[in-house]
């Protein structure tokens, strides 16, 4: 019985959350395709707002380019705070060194 109760309670939840019909009209949409997918995985991932394969490496791809810029703006930026010091330093006198 303590099974049932939990069974119960977990359909309960999905249903309030919206699971239940979110998994069905993407399922009744894949049924009434003309044409089915090669890979039904994936249209249901699609359906679910998940990119896809080609737009997940292109969205790695851009993540990727933007650390590495990161990465140059810092040392750009390390570079930049090195020439202030040296430059608000008095004549005569060594920059401290960071």
């Given at each position: 019985?303590?099974?049932?109760?939990?069974?119960?309670?977990?359909?309960?939840?999905?249903?309030?959350?919206?699971?239940?019909?979110?998994?069905t009209k993407s399922l009744v949409q894949l049924y009434e395709e003309p044409e089915k997918p090669p890979n039904a995985i994936d249209y249901v991932r699609t359906a679910f707002g998940?990119?896809?394969?080609?737009?997940?490496?292109?969205?790695?791809e851009e993540k990727n380019n933007l650390a590495a810029e990161k990465e140059d703006m810092q040392k750009q930026?390390?570079?930049?705070?090195?020439k202030i010091a040296e430059l608000e330093a008095p004549a005569g006198e060594e920059a401290p060194a960071e």
């Open positions: 019985m303590a099974t049932d109760s939990k069974k119960e309670a977990f359909r309960k939840f999905l249903e309030t959350a919206g699971v239940i019909d979110m998994l998940a990119p896809t394969p080609a737009e997940f490496d292109a969205l790695m930026i390390e570079e930049l705070n090195a």
